[in-house]
């Protein structure tokens, strides 16, 4: 009753065949999430988890919603990137005025003893402040114990194995503050 997940399959890998064809392409979902809108309507938050990258479905996905949540390690590739989804969005918003996109800026795996997480989080904080979660995920090595490559009966979230872990307060936080 708290979440439904719905998992994507390798199917997905040939939606971008499909959207090419398609009139009116970044449109797509947005018809769907409109026809369907009784269905939708039922959901505080939807979350749609879509590679990294600047292809048709992350177009049509990015059109269709309000929010884009970017999840970026502080260090100057993520940086980079996040740059280039800045002007994807500025592009979508340009070309979309009646729906505009905004960024929502997660910083994950954090260590604060390395210098160059404090410069690139300070870098963070002075260009996308008012985009920027106000919980931060820390480096911790629990979320590396997630998945036992010997025995997957051990694998699991940090949540379930770890609770009181730093790792699960600050996942438990930024559940809540999105």
Same mark, same amino acid.
């Given at each position: 009753?708290?979440?439904? &997940? ?6 997905? !890998? @040939? /939606? ?15 018809? $769907? ?11 505080? #938050?939807?979350?749609?988890?879509? #590679? ?17 949540? /970017?999840?970026?390690? +502080? ?5 980079? !990137? &996040? ?10 918003? /340009? @070309?979309? +005025?009646?729906? *505009?996109?905004? *960024?929502?800026?997660?910083? @994950? ?11 690139? $989080? /300070? ?15 820390? =480096? ?18 940090? &949540?379930?194995?770890? *609770?009181?872990?730093?790792? #699960?307060?600050?996942?438990? =936080? &930024?559940?809540?503050?999105?």
């Amino acid at each position: 009753g708290m979440l439904d &997940l719905i998992a994507a399959d390798i199917t997905m !890998a @040939n /939606a971008e065949e499909w959207l090419m064809h398609a009139i009116n392409r970044e449109q797509t979902f947005v018809k $769907l999430l409109t026809r369907e809108i009784q269905f939708f309507s039922g959901y505080d #938050a939807i979350i749609v988890d879509s #590679a990294p990258s600047s292809s048709l479905l992350t177009t049509a996905f990015m059109v269709a919603c309000d929010t884009v949540l /970017a999840v970026v390690v +502080p260090e100057g590739q993520s940086l980079k !990137a &996040l740059k280039i989804l800045e002007s994807n969005i500025q592009e979508l918003n /340009a @070309n979309f +005025p009646n729906h *505009p996109v905004t *960024p929502h800026i997660v910083v @994950n795996k954090y260590n604060q003893t390395k210098k160059p997480h404090q410069e690139a $989080l /300070a870098e963070l904080i002075r260009l996308y402040k008012q985009h920027l979660n106000n919980t931060i995920v820390r =480096d911790f090595v629990g979320f590396l114990r997630e998945t036992d490559i010997n025995d997957d009966s051990k694998s699991g979230p940090v &949540l379930e194995h770890e *609770p009181g872990s730093v790792g #699960a307060k600050d996942i438990i =936080d &930024l559940t809540k503050s999105i």
